[in-house]
């Protein structure tokens, strides 16, 4: 069974930095490009980064070019935002979601966790 | 950026109503439009993919169509467990993009 468990969230000061992971079992990890996608509070979605499997590519939306990085360990199957910089919009529900091989829809999700600027 | 325009942004239906959400693209994405399913505290769920594709496990009352700039969801009789609010993604180029949503409300 596919899971991915989000992890790492908390609160936080304006300027403070944070590193979120996600923990992946249930497939084999490295063949997949894994992404970051946001919520803030009673808000829509947000696509932050993705990162192929092999690393190779990496992505980032504008609001967050510059300030996150994403990363991930293929031997550990997780994934990782290092999250710098941080402002009050930063604030949302973080979510690791797996993209598919063929229409890359995301179709297996983390649970979400909650990082708080403030 | 790829905008996606989804509309209505809420709707009141009640069970057994058929309803339609309709997403615009700002160019050409072929197929690669998805719709999402988010119930309140829950990360979202994939209903369709690549416009039209019902994911597995999905009751077919769902359907999806489109080509290009325009795409729908239909849900045909609606279920007490279809209120929710669904996202509408482009997975054409990045940065992948969503619609700000639709809320459907019981009526």
């Known amino acids: 069974e596919v899971q991915l468990v989000d992890s790492g969230g908390d609160l936080v000061k304006p300027g403070g930095s944070l590193r979120l992971s996600c923990a992946a079992s249930?497939?084999?990890?490295?063949?997949?490009?894994l992404n970051w996608v946001r919520q803030a509070p009673g808000k829509g979605l947000e696509w932050v980064s993705c990162i192929s499997g092999s690393s190779a590519y990496v992505y980032y939306a504008g609001s967050v070019r510059g300030r996150f990085t994403i990363s991930r360990d293929n031997a550990k199957n997780s994934l990782y935002l290092q999250m710098n910089s941080l402002r009050a919009e930063d604030t949302a529900v973080y979510y690791c979601?797996?993209?598919?091989?063929?229409?890359?829809?995301?179709?297996?999700w983390g649970q979400g966790t909650l990082v708080t600027v403030s | 950026d790829i905008q996606m325009t989804q509309s209505p942004s809420s709707l009141s239906a009640s069970v057994g109503d058929s309803v339609t959400i309709t997403c615009r693209a700002s160019?050409?994405?072929?197929?690669?439009l998805n719709w999402y399913q988010q119930k309140p505290g829950k990360a979202p769920k994939v209903l369709i993919y690549?416009?039209?594709t019902l994911q597995s496990g999905v009751p077919s009352r769902f359907s999806g169509s489109g080509f290009g700039i325009d795409f729908t969801l239909t849900i045909s009789s609606l279920q007490p467990e279809d209120f929710a609010t669904y996202y509408c993604?482009?997975?054409?180029?990045?940065?992948?993009?969503f619609g700000r949503g639709t809320k459907v409300e019981i009526k």
């Open positions: 993604q482009q997975s054409y180029s990045t940065p992948w993009t």
């Open positions: 160019q050409s994405i072929t197929t690669y």
């Open positions: 979601a797996r993209e598919s091989l063929d229409s890359r829809e995301f179709d297996y």
């Open positions: 249930g497939f084999t990890f490295s063949s997949y490009t």
């Open positions: 690549a416009a039209s």
